[in-house]
């Protein structure tokens, strides 16, 4: 959205691609054609998210990522590439939690205090309009949205890792910004354990 290369409306190809080799698909295992960007990331569809990406260049896209706080770990000596956008690199809750914190705070994202009495630490992650439109689509951005009893007034994102070692859920409202994370200190997989069918109901 900052960069100019979409706007919440733009249309996104939902369908089988190459990208120099690399063909991801979808959690649903099917496609969905034409799509909004809305639409796109209220249903976590993972090929218009990786074309969004090839056009602003993955190592660009992670380095914007941590300017704005939000740390992330790869393989050693591996460079980002187009997995990044599907959650290939590792990440904290905490620094989850603190980056998505920026869509209640006009971009700015902060490191979760733990006392009061903490200093404030911000990033800018976003602009403030980036912020408001991407906070917009979670919060009301079709029927997924509210199929969730008690969502209103939450924008809200899911996520399950691959292998289904982490089903994870993170809700901002104005005045909090909440994660949840479930899965095992260990990494043992729990086959069935979705971020929207474990983490999600935890969080609203």
């Known amino acids: 959205l900052d960069e100019g ?22 959690f649903q295992q ?15 569809l993972n090929v218009p998210a990786v074309e969004v990406l090839e056009r602003l260049e993955p190592a660009r896209f992670v380095a914007m990522l941590r300017r704005g706080g939000l740390r992330l770990e790869f393989p050693r000596e591996a460079s980002p590439n187009l997995s990044v ?20 705070r006009q971009g700015l994202a902060g490191t979760p205090r733990f006392t009061p009495n903490t200093v ?10 980036a912020a408001f439109i991407v906070r917009d689509i979670l919060e009301s951005g079709g029927p997924t949205r509210r199929a969730v009893d008690g969502a209103k007034g939450i924008a809200w994102k899911t996520g399950t890792s691959f292998g289904f070692r982490d089903a994870w859920a993170i809700g901002v ?20 354990f ?9 969080l609203v």
């Open 120 to 129: 404030r630490q911000e990033q800018r992650m976003m602009s403030a309009g």
């Open 30 to 44: 099917s496609f969905h054609g034409m799509v909004s960007v809305s639409e796109a990331l209220v249903k976590s």
């Open 194 to 202: 979705f971020g929207a069918n474990v983490a999600a109901p935890l």
């Open 85 to 104: 956008i599907l959650g290939g690199a590792g990440a904290t809750l905490e620094d989850l939690v603190g980056a998505y914190s920026a869509l209640a």
């Open 5 to 26: 290369l979409i706007h919440s409306e733009s249309l996104l190809a939902d369908a089988p691609q190459s990208f120099s080799g690399y063909q991801p698909g979808n």
């Open 173 to 192: 409202s104005d005045r909090y910004t909440i994660g949840v994370w479930v899965g095992r200190p260990d990494g043992t997989p729990n086959p069935g």
